[in-house]
């Protein structure tokens, strides 16, 4: 027997408790310093480890991770699609981060010509999946009779399909379109606040240079009173991050917090293509949970707001187990794809709209570059030479390809997650029991 090559074995930070898990097997333990030390010596563990997969026979295991493999790409190839919808690639704000800025200028616009070969092309090609359409931008949501025409066509057209929606906005006028989301079957609106009202009013800005804060506060607030589910989105960055305790009890007394419709994540403001001028304000993934771990410790009311992931900490800790293996982290092209106003067809939402990432068009006509689609659809821990042999591939899943090959590491290159750093801080934040 072996230790096998997928335990993640480290100190969990701020204590004196050590934790292993093993993704392949679905194991994760607590450990005292005598029993990491065996597992370090490579000594037999305790009886009561016996079973959950941390010390192995090296063929037994290799069986089993071929047999996971093959059931994660039979389940992804069935599981629900995400097709972003892009109806427009401008936008009414003026945000001090936009990753979008670089992008050149499409002109034109949508028209239900497009929304019907949209329609025609993904019944077409994902006829036999589940699937639902989120609005995407740009802003998906902006003022004007023929746009809000375009916006409330493709909603219908979608709810009478039964097809779901959601929606990814800056929440500046919901109102205009709250009875149109009414009617749909809405699976979520996304909404960013980047701080209370000094902190967000100083990044997201309208472009006439008024504050945005209280009307996308409002917004919030009119979504959830109709039982429109709202995720709440901070962008986090150095300029920020310090805001976090206070935008959670804004939202805490504001009432949002105690809805089940109400739910939150923090996106890492990073460099994504050309979008970042001062790089000195962006945290490193693991730099920036650093921080947000110290923030929770000194402001506990941080977790009733937004409870961060750390690898995958919080699922254990919320549901007792272990997420499947993951084989690959990056949906493009296999559960989600992207499509613009122009008729182009992209990968996700990190390519759409960025010249040359196109891989065919659906209007005019129909044109697919199989050669650029299969390398998307290919990727996966096996195809990336450093995923190959890493014990936090399982958990990691490759990270993102359209940031590796921004990063000059190739679509197959590694877009590497800190997962053990991740699971240091996240196991404290959860089960830890402070040295003292």
Known sequence: MEPSRFNIVSAIRDTGEFFIVNPLYGSADMLSREEYDMLVKGSPLPAEFSGRGYQVDPDEEQARFREAYLRFIDE????????????????????????????????????????????????????????????????????????????????????????????????????????????????????????????????????????????????????????????????????????LPDLAWFAIERGWTDSNHFSTQLGRNYELHDCQAKGERLYSRIDLYAEIYRI?????????????????????????????????????????????????????????????????????ERVIDLEKIEEWADRDILSVDECRECNLALICGGGCAAVARNNGRGLNGPDCRPVKELMELGMAAYFGRSVT
């Open 76 to 243: 992804r190839d069935t599981d629900e699609v995400q097709l972003f919808f892009v109806p427009t690639y401008s936008c009414n704000f003026d945000c001090s981060y936009c990753y979008q800025l670089g992008y050149e200028s499409r002109g034109g616009e949508l028209t239900r010509e497009v929304i019907d070969a949209f329609f025609r092309y993904t019944d077409t090609e994902f006829g036999g999946r589940s699937r639902y359409v989120t609005l995407f931008g740009g802003e998906p949501l902006l003022p004007g009779k023929k746009h809000f025409g375009m916006i409330e066509y493709l909603i219908e057209f979608a709810t009478a399909r039964n097809t779901d929606i959601a929606v990814v906005t800056n929440g500046y006028h919901i109102d205009s379109y709250i009875d149109v989301l009414k009617k749909a079957r809405i699976r979520e609106v996304q909404v960013t606040l980047d701080g209370t009202r000094p902190v967000h009013d100083s990044r997201r800005r309208h472009k006439n240079g008024e504050g945005t804060f209280d009307r996308i506060a409002s917004a919030t607030d009119l979504l959830l009173e109709n039982n429109i589910p709202v995720n709440l989105r901070m962008v986090v960055d150095r300029d920020n991050i310090g805001n």
């Open 296 to 364: 929770i410790k000194e402001h506990p009311h941080v977790l009733d707001f937004h409870r961060p992931a750390f690898a995958v900490s919080r699922a254990l800790y919320e549901t007792g187990e272990l997420p499947a293996p993951l084989f690959d982290a990056c949906p493009g092209t296999k559960t989600e794809w992207a499509f613009d106003y122009t008729g182009r067809i992209y990968a996700c939402t990190a390519t759409a709209g960025k010249a040359g990432e196109e891989l065919g068009s659906f209007f005019p």
